[in-house]
Nanobody, 125 residues
């Protein structure tokens, strides 16, 4: 499975960006896809996941109400709409995939087998 993230860039506080993760090598309908981010000098942290079974989504508290994840199984893409961006959202954003992740592990980077390259998001005035 290959994942390719795109859509990063620079935006002012309060602005919006839309990231996209293209999945190939396996049908998206059987893959959990998550977004993680890593700010300079900090550890990678969980942002959100969309699960293939049941379509449930789980958000990290700092992004709830501002970020929206969506998946298009026909196009094999997972998008992350980021609104009301804050300077603390500045980070490299990674999409990750896995298919046998138990619920208690969905926020753990170690649970995901496949990773895309990062796409940088900078929020600054």
């Amino acid at each position: 499975v290959q994942l390719q993230a795109s859509g990063g860039g620079s935006v002012q506080p309060g602005g919006s960006l839309r990231l996209s993760c293209a999945v190939s090598g396996r049908t998206l309908s059987r893959v959990d896809v998550a977004w993680f981010r890593q700010a300079p000098g900090k550890e990678r942290e969980f942002v959100v996941v969309t699960r293939w079974s049941g379509g449930r989504t789980y958000y990290a508290d700092p992004v709830k109400g501002r970020f929206i994840i969506s998946r298009d199984n026909a196009k094999n893409t997972v998008d992350l709409q980021m609104n009301s961006l804050k300077p603390e959202d500045t980070a490299d954003y990674y999409c990750a995939g896995g298919s046998t992740i138990i619920l208690s592990n969905v926020r753990s980077a170690d649970a995901y087998h496949y990773w895309g390259q990062g796409t940088m998001v900078t929020v600054s005035s």
